[in-house]
């Protein structure tokens, strides 16, 4: 069985840094990614790793900011959130799958599991 667990949400002011990791068992080193939903919005992808942990796809509006990494088991996916905005503060999903091409990581419909989602919020 699947299971998908995140931790590190919280409050952070702006400017500030914020850490989000995301375990997941029943599953070897498979694609993992960071998704984010706002009030009114859609869902979209934040910062994601294939299952070859190949060159990460991050959003445009995170690039520069936001780092993900996995650590050397390949079940859990870090993001590191620096200079956060305002326009972070949403829910932050984890998400799951097996896939291998890195154009297919942006689109939530590619993953089979989710995480419960961590809420994130920045205070001016």
């Known amino acids: 069985q699947v299971q998908v667990v995140e931790s590190g949400g919280g409050l952070v002011q702006a400017g500030g840094s914020l850490r989000l990791s995301c375990t997941v068992s029943?599953?070897?080193?498979?694609?993992m990614g960071w998704f984010r939903q706002s009030p009114g919005k859609e869902r979209e992808a934040v910062g994601c790793?294939?299952?070859?942990?190949?060159?990460?796809y991050y959003s445009d509006s995170v690039k520069g900011r936001f780092t993900v990494s996995k650590d050397k088991s390949g079940n859990t996916l870090s993001l590191q959130m620096n200079s956060v905005t305002l326009e972070d503060t949403a829910m932050y999903y984890c998400?799951?799958?097996?896939?291998?091409?890195?154009?297919?990581?942006?689109?939530?419909?590619?993953?089979?599991?989710w995480g419960q989602g961590t809420q994130v919020t920045v205070s001016s």
């Open positions: 029943g599953l070897h080193s498979p694609a």
């Open positions: 790793i294939s299952a070859t942990g190949a060159a990460p």
């Open positions: 998400a799951v799958g097996t896939i291998w091409q890195w154009y297919r990581l942006r689109d939530p419909k590619e993953y089979n599991y």
